[in-house]
């Protein structure tokens, strides 16, 4: 199976920094939601949210958001946006799904969460 760190170096950053758009992202341990509003979508949590020019645009960076990364570059294209974004969100699903079966036998929430960043620190590199 393809690492997120992989999918990222080989199908994003691939293109140039010409192609690509510099998004910072906050820290944050709140739900993500995104949402569309009369202004556009926007990818909310707890009090903040970053907008964005699209759904998917949304999509994307919620799935690098929640792997931990603080700064992401994001594809200028539409068009290719939305063509990554589905194998994208299975990656994503996948690996959260192996990371969960892991982490089922450990019982204190602080350390799940611990566990879970150190584990996507190492699956983005």
Known sequence: MKRLGEFYKERVLRLGKKSLIKKELYNNKDEIKIIKDLYGWKLHFGKDAIECRSEEEARYLKVFFEAGLREIYIPKS???LQQIIPELEE???????????????ILD?????????EVYIEIMK
């Open 78 to 80: 539409p068009r290719y």
């Open 91 to 105: 990656l994503k699903a996948k690996t959260d799904e192996i990371i969960n079966s892991y982490l089922e036998s």
């Open 109 to 117: 929430p602080k350390m799940k969460i611990k566990i879970r960043k």
